[in-house]
């Protein structure tokens, strides 16, 4: 069964055609980055409009490229699956609308996918052993969540950030460090070279599997402004180790509690964080430890991308979850 998919909840335009949820057939992504980095932050009205110039194009490569064509009204695609939750609700439009009118079009069935289970389903694609259930932590720019994932398609809600996602921590501590958006990554690299024990950052005692980074964001910035009222000069490469150590020690202590508290021997990790290398270290010791086994998905299916829409799509149209043309975007 192949599933086209298209993805516009932010600032990535995907669109991808997979197989049984498990194969790429292919993933084409349009990052519209650096569109955005002049202003340290996506743009919303401008983000929209990078979606519709390239959303056409987009998907008539990826048809191509799986051998599919709307001449023949994707006669070997058997649904449209579509990112129609959470994201920017102007950018989520129009992948809305677009799916609506080739469904209309075509005359297939449109599968709704909310873009938090799509970056779990992106697990699936790399590890193809991978079924429910297992404990999974989903941290990006927009969310960091745990979740108890109990079958494909149902997500228990176990904890969630009472304040910054993870990814919102990182890009505003980079911005403040002064390196450009999006900044996980730069934070990231700058860690490997940086003395962690420079400087000094709070944790936060959140009980249970929520999570907090307002705090620790702020300290950095009140680390920035000492050392601008002193005259001295902050070390990027240490504050970024030290935040980097600290957030992902957060991340991880909280994923292994969950896991360990329902009895869960099989963790994972998504969404555009789950990329950091840090963390990615750190778990796979941890997961050693607990003899746990860990899932991560491979770099290129960490940030958004329509394959994990796909993925996902796919699982939801085998549970009957289909919509007509009254499905809506929800911001
Ligand atoms: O999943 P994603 O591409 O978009 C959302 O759904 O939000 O995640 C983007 C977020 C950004 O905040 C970005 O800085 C962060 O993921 N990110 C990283 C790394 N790569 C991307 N954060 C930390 N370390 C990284 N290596
Ligand atoms: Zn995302």
Do not use: W
Request: charged content about 20%; glycine content about 10%; aromatic content about 6%.
């Amino acid at each position: 069964m192949k599933i086209l998919a298209i993805e516009s909840s932010c600032d990535e335009t995907g669109v991808s055609v997979v197989k049984d949820g498990r194969e790429i057939i292919s993933n084409l992504v349009i990052s519209q980055v650096a569109k955005h980095a002049e202003y340290g932050g996506v743009v919303p009205e401008l983000a929209s409009r990078c979606h519709m110039e390239c959303i056409c194009t987009l998907t008539e490569q990826a048809l191509t490229k799986a051998g599919e064509s709307f001449a023949d009204k994707l006669s070997g695609i058997d649904a449209i699956a579509v990112t129609n939750t959470p994201g920017l609700v102007g950018s989520l439009l129009v992948g809305v609308n677009y799916v609506k009118g080739i469904a209309l079009a075509t005359n297939k069935p449109i599968v709704p996918v909310n873009h938090i289970n799509g970056h779990i389903a992106a697990l699936y694609l790399t590890h193809r052993e991978l079924t429910p259930p297992f404990i999974c932590l989903v941290a990006s720019g927009g969310h960091s969540h745990i979740y108890e994932v109990e079958s494909y398609t149902r997500l228990r809600l176990l904890g969630r950030t009472l304040d910054d996602a993870a990814g919102e921590a990182y890009d505003k501590v980079a911005r403040t460090l002064g390196y450009p958006y999006p900044g996980g990554i730069h934070i990231d690299n700058a860690a490997k070279s940086g003395n962690e024990s420079h400087y000094k950052l709070p944790v936060p005692r959140i009980p249970g599997y929520d999570f907090s980074f307002s705090g620790i964001k702020t300290a950095v910035i009140n680390l920035k402004h000492n050392a601008v009222q002193r005259e001295e000069t902050l070390v990027a490469e240490d504050v970024a180790a030290v935040f980097q150590r600290t957030v992902t020690g957060i991340l991880a202590d909280k994923l292994i509690l969950a896991a360990r508290e329902t009895g869960h021997k099989t963790i994972a990790v998504s969404g555009g964080v789950s990329a950091n290398s840090g963390l990615r270290k750190l778990l796979s010791e941890r997961a050693k430890n607990e003899g746990m086994s860990l899932y991560l998905p491979e770099l290129s299916l960490c940030g958004d991308n329509a394959a994990m829409i796909a993925a996902q799509g796919y699982y939801e149209y085998i549970n009957g979850n289909t919509v007509g043309m009254e499905l809506n975007a929800l911001a």
